[in-house]
Nanobody, 123 residues
């Protein structure tokens, strides 16, 4: 089992930045890929970014590639999402997720999930 806890969400004005954190416990952190998803009210959960177990391989949703950066620190069991130049349409609950399979884009491919952290961006 893997337990995931997100932190770092909050409110920010458009153009600002936030950094989200996901702290993992349970299994060996470097055994699994990490991802961030988000879900806005009335919308489906969508993939934001993925990082492989090594931390060197990443994948981004096209619309976020130039503004978001995913990273991980396997010594600290920590996965981060740096979000820059935020837009009101980035407002959502952000979830971190873990999978023993790499670079899977569907939410059903992820075995473990955090509880989510809210990000609100005002115009």
């Amino acid at each position: 089992q893997v337990q995931l806890v997100e932190s770092g969400g909050g409110w920010v004005q458009a153009g600002g930045s936030l950094r989200l954190f996901c702290t993992a416990s349970g299994r060996t952190f470097s055994d699994y890929a990490m991802a961030w998803f988000r879900q806005a009210p009335g919308r489906e959960r969508e993939l934001v970014a993925i990082v492989d177990p090594s931390g060197f391989g990443t994948f981004y949703r096209d619309s976020m590639r130039d503004r978001f950066t995913i990273s991980r620190d396997n010594r600290k069991n920590l996965c981060s999402l740096q979000m820059d130049r935020l837009k009101p349409e980035d407002t959502a609950t952000y979830y971190c997720a873990a999978s023993t399979r790499y670079f899977r884009t569907g939410s059903s491919e992820y075995e473990w999930w955090g509880q989510g952290t809210q990000v609100s961006v005002s115009a």
